[in-house]
């Protein structure tokens, strides 16, 4: 008779909480298979400071499957996981129980950690090749904002494609994007592992370098690429000749700056290939390469790269009217534009709210390559009403809605008054005298005029006030002078605005200016 020997039940004082952190979350779990006839259920507790604790879920956690456990068995754990506000912030967990009667244990068990952000997307080996020396040759592309989570990269090989790999290169530099691997072996699968500061490492797909074999396939070219209007992709290709060839791989994104996807994961020897997109996501733009591979898995370089450009089911989003102002006779439109990048062409309509005309009729129509953000409008006129609004058009024919428009009321147009007819003067060099002489409006309110006069433009100082009646003074070149300015300042009886001429310069030289 063979004795059977049982592994008796691990008995401890307390469950012990374990965590595993990860991007914005921590999965907890605890053993109570040794304390099941103790704990009748369970309670977690969450602190950021290590000191006040407070309940994570009022629902206690109960494990229904410890009664079930075999004799041998010595864990029977139970699980959660716990979303995190915040990543590299100080958490603390604390699990307690509570027995038969409702008793809380003043014993627990007790974790703390960070979240942290995680690798996103894996390392792409973009090239793998044998040197005459007999070295694998590997060359690998990383996403540029991976890389301040990555701590170091390593090198993996295998014999086979789906065996097991062992680490031929480690701490490689985080910086590095190519090595040179000695050969020990005839059959060589490579990946490149992104180890980082925290968490999981990820691979890149395996690439095979064979001694002695070092010409890959030629680079596919592409014929043609198209996709329908309900998202059926279909891909084209010229065939390679060469005699190991074992076919083709084609790879997918969504993002431009995404890793590729891989379709088929065993090589195809049809130059077409067939692929259907939901054009629902909201994607406005799909991706593919291609690659060759010849039996010894060298790949060739990856294909041209084809942008489909994803059917257009959604309008551009409003434009608006910001403001309207009056400029005399004419009405300043401001607009923003589409918020949508695809938008080609904008149409500002027009109607007057004081017809019974409610269509509205198109008063301009521009494309993106108009950097200005309003338009003139010259057909109004005084006391009259109009709305303004706009639309955008992409270049699949998507209209925006129109739903929003501003109005004006057009004001009468105020005429300016300008106090001068005009100014003269003349020079008489040889005895140095200077004749100034103008003529006003409205000379029958004009109270006075106030003389200015300097050395330079910008230095005036009063001169002399002469009668409103008078309309020319003479004056001399003091000694030295080559230059003499004035300006004039015409005072009205009936008007409350202050006037000022242009300022006049008088050269010792000239005869007559003005």
Known sequence: MIKTTITPRLKTTFPQLQAE???????????????????????????????????????????????????????????????????????????????????????????????????????????????????????????????????????????????????????????????????????????????????????????????????????????????????????????????????YRIYRTNFKEDEYILLNENPTKDTIYQDSIDIKLGNKEIYYYINACDKRNNMSLNSDTVELELPDIIPPSMPLILKLEQNEDTVKVFFTKSLSDDVEIYQIFKRELSLQDTNWYRLVKFDTTYKEKYIIDLEVKPKHSYAYTIQAKDKHGLESKIEYYEDILIKEKEIKFEPFKSIDFEVDSINNKISLKWKCNSPETLNSILIYKGKTRSELSKFKTIPGTTNNIDDIFEKGDKVVYYKLKPMYNDKREIYFSEVIEVKKKNKKIY
């Open 21 to 247: 952190w990860g991007n914005k979350i921590t999965h907890l779990k605890w053993n109570t298979l040794p304390y099941e006839k103790t704990y009748f259920g369970y309670l977690i507790e969450e602190s950021t400071d290590g000191i006040n604790f407070k309940l994570v879920d009022s629902i206690p956690y109960y494990d229904n499957m410890a009664k079930y456990a075999k004799l041998t068995d010595t864990t029977s754990f139970i699980k959660t996981e716990i979303i995190l506000e915040k990543n590299d912030k100080l958490y603390f967990y604390r699990l307690k129980g509570f027995d038969y009667f409702g008793e809380i244990s003043k014993r627990y068990s007790e974790v703390k950690g960070k979240g942290f952000k995680e690798l996103a997307t894996s390392p792409e080996l973009i090239f793998a090749d044998q040197t005459e020396d007999n070295k694998a040759y590997l060359k690998w592309r990383i996403s540029k904002d991976q890389i301040n989570l990555i701590r170091d990269f390593s090198i993996l090989r295998s014999e086979t494609e789906s065996g097991e790999y062992n680490i031929e290169k480690d701490s490689i530099s985080k910086y590095t994007r190519e090595i040179k691997i000695p050969i020990k072996h005839n059959l060589n699968y490579y990946r490149i592992i992104a180890n980082p500061i925290n968490g999981k490492s990820l691979s890149s797909m395996p690439v095979f370098v064979m001694g002695q074999d070092n010409n890959p396939p030629a680079k596919p070219n592409l014929i043609n690429a198209e996709i329908d209007s309900i998202g059926n992709v279909k891909i084209k290709w010229k065939a390679n000749n060469e005699e190991d060839l074992w076919g």
